[in-house]
């Protein structure tokens, strides 16, 4: 018991100093988290909208597919875009495997289903909405999928909250794929198994810290823009 509260103290004085270690790897897990749910809007949010607007043969099996990549397991994910950019690859050549960038694209394909499924129906309940005043006003399928993604850019915000949150708090992908290497590729998570299993409770429970406070955050202002969602469109 002694030395967990030993552990928290110093855990609190890293966050209050401000560590350079301890900033380091927050720095480094939030760029790539957000890249990746940046990657996954642009791919993620057009997809949904086509599943939502347009009927077409195989829609039905396209969804239900789509719903169960939402819970992918990370270590499969990890192990295909480990064998997609190693040497024997098709995307050796490029050398991004243990890199930032490997990492981010792990995490863009476990987070681009989950915000294509949530933006889908969230577009479809709108498009029930747009639907006979956009085919009246003749919209082309570009406009119907700008205009309702426009209108429900609030509540379309959670939907990459959520992708954000599955991507902050991932840990077997980027493992895999990054290496877990000190002042490059090392993340909140992966440093957090990193230093329990060496017995350094001290950084790993001030990393458990912040992510416990961004998960917080995360969870609060999907929360809060549901909310507003649902007050806009009342």
């Known amino acids: 018991m002694g030395e967990i509260s030993t552990g928290f103290a110093t855990a609190v004085r890293l966050i209050v100093g401000l560590d350079a270690d301890l900033l380091e790897i927050v720095a480094l897990s939030l760029r790539v988290s957000m890249t990746a749910v940046l990657l996954a809007a642009l791919t993620g949010l057009p997809l949904g909208a086509v599943l939502a607007l347009y009927p077409f043969r195989g829609r039905t099996a396209v969804v239900v597919l789509l719903n169960a990549l939402m819970g992918l397991p990370p270590v499969v994910v990890g192990l295909a875009v480990y064998l997609v950019l190693s040497r024997s690859g098709p995307l050796g050549f490029l050398g991004l495997l243990f890199s930032t960038s490997a990492m981010v694209l792990a995490q ?98 001030g990393l458990g810290m912040i992510l416990i406070s961004l998960s917080i955050a995360v969870n609060a202002g999907a929360f809060l823009l549901q909310t507003l969602a649902r007050q806009t469109h009342g």
Do not use: C
């Open 108 to 205: 863009w394909v476990l987070v681009t289903p989950i915000v294509a499924a949530i933006a889908r129906q969230i577009l479809a309940d709108l498009w029930s909405e747009y639907r006979d005043l956009l085919r009246s006003l003749d919209a082309r399928p570009w406009q119907a999928v700008l205009t309702v993604i426009w209108d429900g850019r609030v509540s379309l915000l959670t939907a990459l909250l959520a992708g954000f949150g599955r991507a902050i708090a991932e840990v077997g992908a980027v493992i895999i794929v990054g290496g877990n290497i000190a002042h490059f590729t090392r993340l909140m998570t992966t440093a957090i198994a990193l230093e329990t299993s060496k017995g350094d409770l001290a950084l790993a429970m």
